[in-house]
C-alpha cells in the first residue's frame, strides 16, 4: 500500500504535504469499492462450474435472430448449447436431395464465437424423420442395404459437415421401449437391432473427434436402464465408440422418484462413459393418468381446462414445490459431479418451453429456471 502510494507521488509529483493532506480521502476511498463486481454465483454457469457444463436447447427462431433477448439470456446464462429442432432429420434434410443448413450453420457460428460447446442432436431417430427415408420412389419399403446407405450418407452429409466444430453428437436417439427391449420402429424392422451399430459407426467416421453419445427418456427406470446398459456393453464388446449417456430427464413435481435417477446415474457411469443430463425440466402440472410419463412426443391429448390449472401465474406455494423438487434433483447431480460431465435444460424459458404443449397443446407451464420475463427463479438461490 506505502509502496504504491509513493510511486504515484513520485509519478505525478505530488510532494509528501499534499499526500497528508489528502490521507482522509484516500482512507475512504480504499474502503469504499467504487464497482460493484456481479457475484459469479448469479449466473447459472458460474453457479455449476465445479461440477458440470450447464446447457440449453435453442430453438431456430432463437437462432436466427427473431428472440434476442432469449438468445443474450441463454449467452450469458449456458455454456452449452443443443438445437431443439434445427438438425433434426425432418427439418435438416426435409426431401431426399434437399439439405437446409440455414438455422445449424448459425447455430454452429454462434456457438464458435460464443464459445458454447455444441451438441448436436440428433442423426437417428424414429421421430421427426420424414416417412421417405424408409422408401424407395414407388413408395415401398427400402431393403436394408439401401436403408443403411441412406442412413449412411446422411450422417456423412452432417456430422461432415460440422467435423471439427460440433463437440459431440446424440447419435441416436430413443431406441429403446420401457420395458428396455428394442423399439420396433422402421430402423430396427428394415435394418435390424444393428442398426445403432451401423450409426455409431457412420458417424465416428464422419466426425472423428466428436463425442458420441446415445439419448433416451425414462432411462431411470430399473428395466430399461437394463436396456440401456445393454446397448452401451454391446457397442463397446464390438469396440464401437461410445463416449455418453444422455438422460433426458422431462419430469415432473412426483415422478420419478429420485433414488431411481441416481441409481441409474450409478450404472450407467460404472461403464466408463459420460453420464448427461439432456432435456430437463420439471412440469408442475397434472399429466393425464391414463397416460405414461415419459417424453414419447407423438402424445396429443386433447386440452382440457382441469390439466391447466395456473394460466394466469403459478402460486408461490406451488412455486416452493418446484423448488424443493430442483433442490432435490440439483443435490444429486452435485453429489454425483464426478460421473456428470453436462446438465441440459429442455428451453431457455418457460415462455417457450415444449412443457407448454406437450402433452397436451395450449397450456401453461412453468418447468424451467427462468420465469417468462427471462428472470432467474429466486429458488436457484438455493440450488
Ligand atoms: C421436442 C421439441 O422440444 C418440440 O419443439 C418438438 O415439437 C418435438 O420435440 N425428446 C427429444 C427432443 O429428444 O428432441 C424432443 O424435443 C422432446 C423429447
Known amino acids: 500500500m506505502h509502496k504504491n502510494k509513493l510511486t504515484i507521488a513520485i509519478l505525478f509529483g505530488v510532494s509528501s504535504f499534499t499526500l497528508g493532506c489528502n490521507n482522509s480521502t484516500e482512507q475512504n476511498a480504499a474502503t469504499t469499492p467504487i464497482v460493484e463486481k456481479a457475484p459469479e454465483q448469479s ?19 432463437q437462432i436466427l435472430g427473431v428472440l434476442p433477448d432469449d438468445l443474450n439470456v441463454a449467452k450469458a446464462q449456458f455454456n ?93 436417439n430413443e431406441a429403446l421401449n420401457e420395458d428396455g427391449t428394442l423399439r420396433e420402429s422402421k430402423w430396427s424392422t428394415i435394418i435390424g437391432d444393428d442398426f445403432i451399430e451401423y450409426a455409431f459407426t457412420y458417424a465416428k467416421q464422419a466426425a472423428p473427434n466428436a463425442k458420441l453419445y446415445y439419448n433416451d427418456y425414462n432411462l431411470y427406470k430399473p428395466e430399461k436402464r437394463a436396456g440401456a446398459l445393454a446397448l452401451i ?37 460404472a461403464t466408463g462413459i459420460d453420464v448427461m443430463i439432456t432435456e430437463l425440466d420439471i412440469s408442475v402440472l397434472p399429466f393425464p393418468e391414463s397416460e405414461e410419463q415419459g417424453a414419447d412426443i407423438s402424445l396429443d391429448i386433447a386440452l382440457q381446462e382441469r390439466f391447466n390449472p395456473y394460466p394466469d401465474g403459478l402460486p408461490s406455494e406451488v412455486n416452493k414445490q418446484l423448488g424443493k423438487r430442483y433442490k432435490e434433483v440439483f443435490a444429486i447431480l452435485k453429489k454425483h459431479g464426478d460421473k456428470i460431465s453436462r446438465v441440459t435444460f429442455w428451453g431457455v424459458s418457460d415462455a417457450r418451453t415444449w412443457r407448454n404443449d406437450w402433452p397436451m397443446q395450449g397450456r401453461t407451464d412453468y418447468p424451467l429456471l427462468i420465469d417468462r420475463e427471462l428472470k432467474l427463479k429466486s429458488f436457484v438461490n438455493d440450488l
Open 43 to 61: 449466473t447459472l454457469k458460474a453457479r455449476f462450474k465445479d461440477h458440470f457444463k450447464i446447457g440449453t436447447a435453442i430453438s431456430r427462431d
Open 80 to 172: 452449452t448449447f443443443t438445437p431443439e429442432n434445427s438438425m433434426k432429420w425432418e427439418r435438416i434434410h426435409p426431401q431426399p436431395d434437399v439439405y437446409d443448413f440455414e438455422a445449424p450453420d448459425a447455430l454452429v457460428e454462434y456457438a464458435q464465437e460464443n464459445n458454447q460447446e455444441l451438441v448436436g442432436h440428433t442423426l437417428v431417430w424414429h421421430s421427426q424423420t420424414p416417412d421417405w427415408v424408409f422408401e424407395d420412389e414407388q413408395g415401398e419399403p427400402l431393403t436394408r442395404e439401401a436403408l443403411l446407405k441412406r442412413m449412411q450418407d446422411h450422417i456423412f452429409t452432417v456430422a461432415g459437415r460440422y467435423r471439427d466444430r460440433i463437440f459431440a453428437w446424440d447419435v441416436v
Open 233 to 269: 456393453k454391446n457397442l463397446q464388446s464390438k469396440g464401437i465408440q461410445i463416449d455418453g449417456i444422455g438422460m433426458q430427464a422431462h419430469y415432473s413435481l412426483d415422478n420419478p422418484e429420485l433414488s431411481l435417477m441416481e441409481d441409474s446415474i450409478v450404472a450407467y457411469a
